[in-house]
């Protein structure tokens, strides 16, 4: 979500007036459309509390939503294979050969929110960084995981989904066997 400052942040914005907090006024000066909540984190010290008082300016009048300035790319369309041709293996473009790790899968995913989510839906993402600052584990590493492909499915459908489970077990350390 991006910010853009109405007419009524602008007169709080004049010197003189004053009917704002510090904080508030400072995410009216920073609010200029090419800023999304996620940039005012660390002005609240959390993007939580940047996203509540985004909301309030925008249910004030302050502030209004816009979208990004980027169009939209539609995906390449993909012409279906002859009938009797057989189908060539995927290839994978970022071929991973380095140490299994809860910490590389970690890293993986904490890269993976930032890149599907931040700008989607920020209080999500805010979320599953908390959920992935907390997993210490293998079992709530994969929850953490999970929770994020249920979202990657609704969002990118099931076989972009499938492709980043399949990375993220190709990440983690192999389960020990007692």
Same mark, same amino acid.
């Not at 510090?22 to 939580?48: C, I, K, N, P, Y």
């Not at 979320?127 to 590493?141: G, K, T, Y």
């Given at each position: 979500?991006?910010?853009?400052?109405?007419?009524?942040?602008?007169?709080?914005?004049?010197?003189?007036?004053?009917?704002?907090?510090?904080?508030?006024?400072?995410?009216?000066?920073?609010?200029?459309?090419?800023?999304?909540?996620?940039?005012?984190?660390?002005?609240?010290?959390?993007?939580?509390?940047?996203?509540?008082?985004?909301?309030?300016?925008?249910?004030?009048?302050?502030?209004?939503?816009s979208q990004p300035a980027t169009?939209?790319?539609?995906?390449?369309?993909? &012409? /279906?294979? #002859?009938?009797?041709?057989?189908? +060539?293996?995927?290839?994978? $473009?970022?071929?991973?050969?380095?140490? !299994?790790?809860?910490?590389?899968?970690?890293?993986?995913?904490?890269?993976?929110?930032e890149r599907m989510f931040v700008?989607?839906?920020?209080?999500?993402?805010?979320?599953?960084?908390?959920?992935?600052?907390?997993?210490?584990?293998?079992?709530?590493?994969?929850? &953490? /995981?999970? #929770?994020?492909?249920?979202?990657? +499915?609704?969002?990118?459908? $099931?076989?972009?989904?499938?492709?980043? !489970?399949?990375?993220?077990?190709?990440?983690?350390?192999?389960?020990?066997?007692?």
């Amino acid at each position: 979500m991006f910010l853009i400052k109405t007419e009524k942040a602008r007169q709080e914005l004049q010197p003189g007036r004053r009917t704002l907090g510090q904080r508030e006024r400072a995410l009216l000066l920073m609010a200029d459309g090419q800023r999304s909540v996620t940039d005012f984190g660390q002005l609240f010290g959390s993007r939580d509390e940047a996203g509540r008082v985004a909301l309030h300016l925008v249910q004030e009048g302050y502030l209004h939503r816009s979208q990004p300035a980027t169009p939209a790319v539609a995906p390449p369309v993909q &012409a /279906a294979p #002859a009938p009797d041709a057989s189908p +060539e293996p995927p290839v994978a $473009a970022d071929v991973f050969e380095g140490k !299994r790790s809860l910490a590389t899968t970690r890293m993986f995913l904490f890269d993976l929110c930032e890149r599907m989510f931040v700008r989607r839906d920020p209080i999500l993402a805010g979320q599953f960084r908390e959920l992935l600052r907390e997993a210490r584990d293998r079992e709530s590493m994969l929850a &953490a /995981a999970s #929770a994020m492909l249920g979202e990657i +499915e609704k969002l990118a459908g $099931a076989e972009r989904a499938t492709s980043i !489970r399949e990375r993220i077990d190709k990440l983690l350390p192999p389960q020990l066997v007692h």
